[in-house]
């Protein structure tokens, strides 16, 4: 019950008693109470209403009960919560934990911070997967092999786009997804097995394309390795995009052999990595050095211009230079673009796709899909 402290007018009465009456109609609403344990377990009331629900639903249709059926039921394909759970008022919700993750967390994260990105980055995996109609006949064995395949199309090295394209030509799907409860902490980046076909997924919005290039190199990288042998997902909460340990930080084996992958994929050797003898460079320099020696090693410049960003220490300076590489581009961009070309949205629902397009940053509504 509201106080009348401040109502004391006869226009503030009225506001009072319409305040009232909103709170009845709210706390009436057959929603109301399944928003209140959906935000107590992590998922905010705005994202279960427009981004887990589809564009057409109202709240209002709740009241009939065929219809909240139908939204209990695509919150739980969505969030990958058991129905019965979402459905029973006196259960409490929770974050589920239906398939074998790795975690690869950094310091002072924890597991339990990372399962809703977890469970929807899983979730928008298994829908790309499925509505993607290229055949997976398997990845070559090493990284070299793939770099090869690339530079053979007649590219000058390996880019986002040419790195994007090649995945998906051999039916491994890459999305971005982006769309997160608003408490949930996101990881750099995800691998996803879906009934043997990979799946690999990014989340972060980094400054440049080259740290998105190697996040998903990265991600390959653990695929070319195995690393998913014995489990269903690997999340990578912040990729160390360095063979080095720093910063106090422990790179155990498989973060170690996924880098080796994706240095090897990106530029020609494991190890390889690119310095200067300056000891200071400005952005700009450094912008125009790496463009002029990019061909020449076959390596992208962004990549060129982040490893020695890393390598000397130069890392304010390399950004500079990759903002002036990537120009007006932008890696979620890239990604989204070319996922909305080579998706055959007619495989899913007309939910599931939205639902798809909502988290990977697109619209989902007025979709030719399925039914």
């Not at 905010?44 to 427009?50: E, F, G, I, L």
Request: hydrophobic share 40%; with cysteine.
């Amino acid at each position: 019950m509201r106080a009348w402290v401040g109502y004391g007018t006869v226009k503030g009465r009225f506001a009072a008693l319409v305040d009232l009456a909103l709170d009845h109609m709210a706390s009436a609403n057959p929603m109301t109470s399944l928003y209140r344990r959906l935000a107590a377990a992590g998922v905010d009331r705005k994202y279960a209403q427009t981004v887990a629900l589809p564009e057409w639903w109202s709240d209002d249709l709740a009241e009939t009960q065929a219809a909240k059926v139908q939204a209990v039921g695509i919150l739980s394909n969505h969030l990958r919560i058991p129905f019965e759970l979402l459905w029973n008022e006196n259960e409490l919700v929770s974050c589920p934990d239906d398939t074998k993750t790795k975690f690869k967390r950094t310091k002072g994260t924890e597991i339990e911070d990372l399962r809703w990105a977890k469970c929807i980055a899983q979730t928008a995996a298994e829908y790309a997967a499925e509505a993607t109609p290229q055949t997976f006949a398997g990845l070559p064995d090493s990284a070299g092999e793939i770099r090869c395949q690339i530079l053979a199309r007649n590219l000058p090295w390996v880019s986002l786009e040419s790195l994007v394209d090649a995945m998906w030509d051999g039916g491994v799907p890459v999305i971005h997804v982006s769309e997160f409860p608003r408490k949930s902490k996101k990881m750099d980046g995800m691998a996803v097995m879906v009934k043997g076909r990979p799946v690999l997924v990014l989340c972060k919005n980094h400054g440049s394309i080259a740290q998105s290039l190697f996040d998903l190199a990265h991600e390959l990288g653990h695929i070319l390795r195995k690393h998913l042998s014995d489990a269903t997902a690997l999340v990578d909460t912040n990729i160390q995009r360095t063979l080095d340990e720093h910063a106090g930080t422990v790179i155990d084996r498989e973060e170690r052999e996924a880098n080796a992958s994706a240095i090897e994929l990106l530029t020609g050797h494991p190890e390889r990595r690119f310095k200067t003898q300056k000891k200071y460079i400005t952005g700009d320099d450094l912008a125009v050095i790496c463009k002029q020696h990019a061909r020449r090693l076959s390596v992208d410049p962004g990549v060129l211009a982040m490893s020695v960003g890393y390598t000397a220490k130069f890392f304010g300076s390399a950004m500079k230079a990759c903002q002036q590489i990537d120009g007006n581009s932008d890696a979620a961009d890239i990604i989204r673009a070319k996922m909305r070309q080579r998706l055959d949205l007619s495989r899913l629902s007309q939910d599931d796709a939205g639902f798809l397009l909502r988290v990977t940053g697109g619209e989902g509504n007025a979709l030719p899909v399925g039914q």
